[in-house]
């Protein structure tokens, strides 16, 4: 994890990216390499990254390979996958080694993820003893779980030492350790005992045992953990890092907030993509081939499709009703729509709050009837404002029974649609399943079903027909 004090709009990064990204493609087109590589030397390695992502594929390599082998191993951890992929295979089989070794063994699991098994073999085989071990460490916990995302490099005492023999340990371990800001205190089996932070280390005398400094009351995951559960710890209690332990209590690794980052904007993504009732894959969607786009969209469509099919037998059951008061057609665009976004409305706040868990304390039961009573408010204030623009409609021609009916029926299809829109992510997860996706596409199509439903029976009992 690397810090850097320097702050930089989003406007200011993209634009130095581009500029970048300009000159350092002009340059290695007129075969200028010793300029590109001056060029680079000021520039952030997460900044480099991407300024070589969006160089054409055949100067791709060429750019890297005018790093300097520190600054090299930094850039590469900020490659996309492909892109590191795609110089794994343009490389000399020394030059991958000396790469990937130094990379963070965290990252280095998470490259091996998306590279084809018989070449993380072949690496595997050539790194050191030390770093394959860390890997393979890694590899051997499942996917989405602390065991996985945590890093082996970070700092341990004894409770024994004082601050100033911990000082001189961490000056000996900081090249090698992703992790400072925490000296972990464990015992003679390697037990966690305690944690001192870097700042108390400054503000204690030196000759300060560690024992008369250390929290106790360490908050620690297990190798076991889910990563959403790490997340939610690290951001709740404000940590840079949480330490990793195994079954009996031994410590084993460490995970820190800038991977945290990373999980927390795979988690959002995955769940804006569920609530449009899109599975989300771990490749980039715009880099997606069309084919397995559509294939992948393709299921859900069917079904609502099969499904709306029910709305449009109702519509065409009520051809005497339509054909003696053709203006009630002319609505029906407006509730269901209007009913679709308040449930839509409804589920994603609902949604959201299972999943950061700020729903606990209102409760399932809670949740539902203050949406209930929301939805309700809504209605009347819709059902008023659609009443009066049925009424003035000059199709309408006056007729208050059907702005009435209009009126009345939006402000049962809101209390409805909310009321939906809150219970189905409850009973979707109480079944087992996935809120998130299975909850949008659900209620766009059962309140397209109701409302229409609802509206032709009221229209028939104001109409009298």
């Known amino acids: 994890m690397n810090g850097n004090p320097g702050v930089v709009s989003n406007n200011s990064r993209h634009e130095l990216r581009q500029l ?3 000159q350092l493609h002009l340059l290695l087109a007129q075969n200028n390499l010793e300029g590109a590589k001056t060029l680079l030397i000021p520039v952030q390695p997460v900044d480099i990254a991407e300024a070589i992502e969006d160089l054409p594929e055949s100067e791709q390599a060429i750019a890297f390979r005018l790093l300097d082998k520190d600054k090299a191993i930094e850039v590469y951890e900020h490659l996309d996958s492909k892109v590191q992929q795609a110089l794994i295979e343009d490389f000399k089989r020394q030059d991958v080694i000396d790469i990937v070794d130094k990379m963070s063994p965290d990252d280095r699991a998470r490259l091996f993820d998306e590279l084809p098994a018989a070449v993380v073999a072949r690496i595997l085989s050539q790194l050191s003893p030390e770093e394959r071990q860390a890997t393979n460490l890694l590899l051997g916990y499942e996917e ?17 030492l004082t601050i100033a023999e911990t000082l001189t340990k961490i000056r000996s371990c900081a ?24 700042r108390d280390l400054i503000m204690n005398d030196k000759k300060t045992v560690i024992r008369e400094i250390m929290k106790r009351d360490v908050v620690y995951v297990y190798t076991s953990t889910d990563q959403e559960e790490v997340a939610k710890l690290i951001k709740r209690y404000d940590f840079f890092a949480i330490p990793v332990v195994d079954r009996e209590k031994r410590i084993v690794g460490v995970v820190t907030v800038d ?29 997606t081939n069309l084919f397995t786009i559509a294939r992948r969209r393709v299921g859900w469509l069917l079904i609502l499709l099969l499904t709306n099919s029910i709305t449009g037998s109702i519509i065409g059951a009520q051809e005497t009703l339509l054909s003696q008061h053709a203006i009630l057609a002319a609505f029906m665009p407006l509730l269901a729509d209007t009913g679709g976004n308040v449930g839509a409305q409804s589920s994603t706040v609902v949604i959201r709050g299972i999943s950061t868990d700020e729903i606990r304390d209102l409760g399932a039961a809670g949740a539902i009837v203050k949406e209930t009573l929301a939805g309700l408010i809504l209605g009347i204030l819709l059902g ?9 409609l000059p199709n309408n021609r006056g007729n208050i029974l059907i702005a009435f009916t209009v009126g009345l029926t939006l402000t049962l299809i809101c209390t409805l649609a909310s009321t939906a829109g809150a219970l189905l992510p409850f009973l979707f ?16 199509t059962a309140v397209d079903v109701v409302s229409i439903f609802v509206y032709f029976n009221i229209a028939k009992a104001m109409l009298g027909i």
């Open 20 to 22: 970048v990204r300009s």
């Open 144 to 160: 989405g779980t602390a065991g996985r995302i945590m890093t082996p490099e970070y700092i341990c005492v004894r409770e024994t």
């Open 175 to 198: 090249r090698t350790s992703e992790l400072i800001y925490y000296v972990y205190v464990v015992d003679d089996t390697r037990k966690l005992q305690g944690v001192v932070s870097f």
């Open 259 to 287: 991977d945290i980052i990373d999980i927390l904007e795979e988690e959002t993504t995955e769940d804006i993509y569920k609530l449009s009732g899109l599975q989300s894959e771990e490749e980039d969607y715009f880099e």
């Open 384 to 392: 008023v404002v659609a009443m009066i623009w049925a009424y003035l």
């Open 429 to 444: 997860r109480r079944f087992g399943l996935d809120p998130a996706l299975m909850s949008g596409p659900f209620i766009t």
